[in-house]
């Protein structure tokens, strides 16, 4: 038994003001031709599946267009929710959807949902759980303290009673890392600040499989079992140097299961090139066509340069982003650095009187200080 696992298409997403959209459309037609050769039985679809809660009349298109071609091949499809989707939008029409075999879970309504696969081997359970809060959970768990995203994972799963002598695949968008180790990320990924999204990789234990959606590059975390599929595209600079891929997964009896992982190949890269204005625009022309990559130039030149992006759009029409390393830029950085040292050093009255002055124009008096200290004692501000 065969499954497709992908993720994180983000259909409809801009970077830097270009439009992804037929670059969508060309790597989804790849996983079409993908599925006719490999022939599986159901597509694993693990959020952020929209780039936008509202998704654009053009996304819609291109998601029903994909959907349409993957029931017409009676391929099953296994869909949740990402942070990015509208759950209440990705859900609309599921329970009609259904009976052609597109089961979505769209919204948390208190359980996993479940569906099962046979084959020779016996049943695999599948499992779908959107993406969840804290917030979102409590209400079907009052009697349970729910604090982290992982307390909210971990009382959802418990209370499913997953069997273990049985196949268990789990489809989630959550954010794993595995005993303090941390997956890679990127720039285009939204995390919560100081790691509250956190999940320990040990809470799915008791599934076979674990197919995850919300870092864009593809990796297991834990265990080789509990893997992010990726992003099928780049959607940022940070992703520039990451093999972008569809992963395989093959079941056979309880406790066997190969992994196999498909290269993409999109129609436009995203990279970075780096040097003086003037070579760049050398190498460029020297390329019997122009480049159709999505580029972002580092320019080295020390000397002021006319018209940057204007003279590499001509070699390079695609280009997205230009930045600037030479002795200037790293002054800049080395003043950033200082500056932030000094607001380290500060106490938070000290921060507030300052950004009050500049706010107004005019120093706090005396009694808004006072004021302002007890303000922060209160909360338990380290004042002087």
Not at 25 to 51: F, H, S, T, W
Not at 308 to 328: C, H, K, T, W
Request: with cysteine; aromatic share 8%.
């Amino acid at each position: 038994m065969k499954f497709l696992h992908i993720a994180d298409l983000h259909i409809g997403k801009r970077v830097n003001e270009f439009s992804m959209l037929e670059d969508q459309k060309y790597i989804l037609n790849q996983i079409l031709r993908l599925v006719d050769e490999v022939k599986p039985v159901g597509i694993l679809m693990a959020g952020d599946i929209y780039d936008k809660c509202v998704p654009s009349g053009e996304a819609v298109e291109v998601l029903d267009e994909f959907l349409t071609e993957l029931v017409s091949r009676k391929v099953q499809l296994f869909i949740v929710s990402g942070n990015h989707d509208s759950p209440e939008r990705l859900n609309f029409g599921s329970r009609i959807m259904q009976k052609n075999g597109v089961h979505i879970a769209g919204t948390f309504d208190g359980k996993l949902k479940h569906l099962i696969i046979k084959d020779e081997f016996g049943p695999v359970n599948i499992y779908l759980l959107p993406f969840v809060k804290p917030a979102i959970v409590n209400p079907y768990y009052a009697d349970h303290d729910i604090l982290s995203y992982e307390d909210a994972v971990r009382v959802i799963i418990e209370a499913s009673q997953i069997n273990g002598r049985e196949r268990n695949i789990l489809i989630a968008h959550q954010f794993l890392t595995s005993g303090g180790q941390q997956p890679e990320r990127s720039d285009s990924e939204t995390l919560a600040v100081g790691g509250l999204d956190n999940i320990d990789s040990s809470v799915f234990d008791r599934f076979d499989y674990v197919a995850l959606g919300h870092l864009h590059g593809p990796q297991p975390i834990g265990r080789d079992m509990i893997r992010y599929a990726g992003s099928p595209l780049k959607y940022s600079f940070s992703e520039a140097r990451q093999h972008k891929s569809v992963t395989i997964l093959e079941l056979v009896q309880k406790g066997t299961l190969d992994i196999c992982v498909v290269p993409l190949t999109a129609l436009r890269d995203m990279r970075e090139i780096k040097g003086p204005l003037k070579e760049l625009v050398c190498v460029g022309a020297s390329s019997p066509n122009p480049s159709q990559d999505y580029i972002r130039a580092i320019l080295t030149d020390e000397d002021e340069v006319y018209d940057a992006i204007g003279q590499l759009r001509q070699v390079y029409p695609n280009i997205m982003r230009i930045d600037f390393e030479n002795s200037r830029s790293k002054q800049d950085i080395n003043s950033k650095t200082a500056a932030t040292g000094d607001v380290a050093r500060k106490s938070p009255h000290e921060l507030f009187k300052e950004f009050y002055t500049k706010q107004n124009n005019l120093e706090m008096t005396e009694d808004q200080s006072h004021i302002i200290q007890e303000v922060l004692e209160q909360v338990g501000g380290v004042v002087k």
